[in-house]
C-alpha cells in the first residue's frame, strides 16, 4: 500500500471565508511546524479570455493541480489544503485522483446571505462583485445539494476565524495536542 496524503478541500459560496480560512489554517500548522501546503484552487484557471464552460475550468484545473503537487511533494510537504467552489462530485473526485494516496475530506463552509453580501462587498473589487451578489446564494444551494462534504462548519460572522480554523485542524487530527494557537507574528508577513 502507498504512502497516504491527507488532503482538505474547503468550499462554500462566494463570501463564506474559504480563502481567508485557509490562510488562517496555513499561519496555525506552520506555528505547530506541520509541513503543507495551501491553495487557492479558483486560481489555477483564472485566464483571460475566460475558458469556454465548466468542464474546461475544471480540466484546466486538475491538469494545473497534477503538475503543481509534485514540486510541494519535493518539498517535504505532507498535507494540502485546497480552498475553492466545487460544482460537482466529479470534480472532486478528479483532485483526489491527482494526488497519489489522497485521503481527502471535504468541508463545506456555511454563513449567512447577508453576511456572504457584507464580505463580497467589502473584499471583491470591480464589476466581478455585482456578478457573485446575485450569484452568491446560488452558489450557496448548489454547493449544498451536492452533498460532498464530510463536515459543515458555521463560518458566520460571530465565529472568531482562528477558532474555526483550529476546530477544523482539530478534527482532521493534523494539530499536535499542545500546538500553539498563533500569535500574530510571522517571520514573512
Request: proline residues 8%.
Amino acid at each position: 500500500m502507498g504512502k497516504s496524503t491527507p488532503v482538505l478541500l474547503v468550499t462554500g459560496a462566494p463570501g463564506v471565508g474559504k480563502t481567508t480560512l485557509v490562510k488562517e489554517m496555513g499561519e496555525q500548522l506552520f506555528h505547530a511546524a506541520v509541513p503543507h501546503a495551501v491553495i487557492d484552487i479558483d486560481e489555477l484557471a483564472r485566464v483571460r479570455p475566460a475558458v469556454p464552460d465548466d468542464r474546461v475550468w475544471a480540466e484546466l484545473t486538475v491538469a494545473n493541480l497534477r503538475v503543481m503537487w509534485p514540486n510541494y511533494e519535493a518539498l517535504g510537504v505532507e498535507r494540502l489544503i485546497l480552498a475553492g467552489i466545487v460544482q460537482s462530485a466529479a470534480v472532486v473526485d478528479a483532485y483526489r485522483s491527482v494526488i497519489p494516496g489522497a485521503d481527502l475530506k471535504v468541508v463545506r463552509l456555511t454563513a449567512p446571505v447577508d453576511t456572504l453580501h457584507d464580505r463580497l462587498r467589502d473584499r471583491v473589487p470591480g464589476s466581478v462583485r455585482e456578478f457573485l451578489l446575485g450569484a452568491t446564494a446560488g452558489f450557496d444551494r448548489e454547493i449544498a445539494a451536492l452533498g460532498v462534504e464530510d463536515l459543515t462548519v458555521d463560518n458566520g460572522p460571530d465565529r472568531p476565524l482562528g477558532q474555526v480554523a483550529r476546530e477544523i485542524l482539530e478534527w482532521l487530527g493534523w494539530l499536535p495536542a499542545a500546538a500553539p494557537i498563533p500569535s500574530g507574528q510571522h517571520p514573512r508577513a
